[in-house]
């Protein structure tokens, strides 16, 4: 079975300084894993996605990602931030033995402040 | 942006009418999945669809159906609608299996069930 847990719901930042956002996985397949976006009112966008290469994913808007095994995380960064990426960001996960489905966490919303 | 269209987009309608909502692409895309977005619990899997006539169930199936008789078109219906079927639907699209893969998220809809 697959799980993940954004580890916060709210985020807040200033413009300019960097961001973190927090996700652990629970997967009994080697996983994918996969950050997405949603500003208001939208659908999802894919920021990035990890599927065993290498193991720092850089993604768009100058966010990247970090999988690591040995914490089962793939926490979000960005170095800094700026108002546009004000939004809600999903982490997700999916292995072999989840199918043709990917299990979404709760989702952290990301406030930028000036 | 990937051509996924969703109808209607906003919908308010009463408990125990049926409701049909539709999802079209136009990317010729094998897999289709229709999502309900909850605050609190990220998104979930209502129905995917892996070919034409293919479906399968999700996680939080109970009270929908789907068909798709042709590629482009994948349609959810509530069979009774029920006041917990209140939501934000999504309808998404991959190319191949999403274990590795892109899904594309359409624009949603906001289904409203008095």
């Known amino acids: 079975a697959q799980s993940v847990t954004q580890l916060d719901s709210h985020v807040s930042v200033s413009e300019g300084t960097p961001v973190l956002l927090r996700c652990n996985y629970s997967?009994?397949?080697?996983?994918?894993l996969f950050w997405y976006v949603q500003h208001p009112n939208k659908g999802l966008q894919l920021l990035l996605k990890y599927t065993s290469a290498a193991t720092l994913v850089k993604g768009i808007n100058g966010f990247e990602a970090e999988f690591k095994k040995s914490e089962t995380s793939f926490h979000l960064t960005k170095p800094s931030a700026h108002m546009s990426d004000a939004a809600e960001y999903f982490c997700?996960?999916?292995?072999?033995?989840?199918?043709?489905?990917?299990?979404f966490g709760t989702g952290t919303q990301l406030k930028v402040e000036l | 942006d990937a051509g996924i269209t969703q109808s209607p987009r906003h919908k308010v309608t009463e408990t125990g009418t049926p409701v049909t909502l539709r999802c079209h692409q136009t990317e010729n895309h094998r897999y289709m999945y229709w999502y309900r977005q909850d605050p609190g619990h990220g998104l979930r899997l209502i129905h995917y669809s892996y070919g034409v006539k293919d479906t399968d169930k999700g996680e939080v199936s109970d009270g929908y159906s789907v068909s798709r008789s042709k590629t482009e078109d994948f349609l959810l219906t509530l069979e009774s609608a029920t006041s917990s079927q209140t939501s934000v639907y999504f309808c998404a699209i991959s190319e191949s299996d999403p274990w590795s893969n892109e899904q594309f998220f359409g624009p949603g809809t906001r289904l409203t069930v008095l």
């Open positions: 997700v996960v999916s292995d072999r033995g989840g199918g043709n489905k990917l299990t």
């Open positions: 997967s009994s397949y080697s996983p994918s």
